[in-house]
């Protein structure tokens, strides 16, 4: 029982850890540094359309982005500003 409870700690410790360092979306970037943008395809949902984005955003070291176009019928696309 120990063991499982220290398991399950560990585990919502790491995705605390994961969470702090993720990509905010904004939707003004006043006061933000344009640094590229990003793009995606192949998501089925726009839920997975922004992960994907955030997830190449964070490869960039952006800390925030605005999508700025995102569409598509059984598979999304969509393109983001990434700023720091």
Excluded: W
């Amino acid at each position: 029982m120990k063991t499982l409870i220290a398991s399950a700690f560990a585990l919502a410790s790491v995705f605390a850890v994961q969470s702090a360092f993720a990509v905010d979306v904004i939707n003004d970037a006043a006061g933000k540094q344009k640094v590229g943008v990003v793009s995606a395809s192949g998501a089925y949902s726009l839920d997975g359309l922004t992960n994907k984005l955030a997830d190449k955003a964070e490869a960039e070291g952006a800390t925030s982005m605005k999508i700025i176009a995102a569409g598509g019928e059984n598979k999304l696309y969509g393109v983001a500003e990434i700023y720091k």
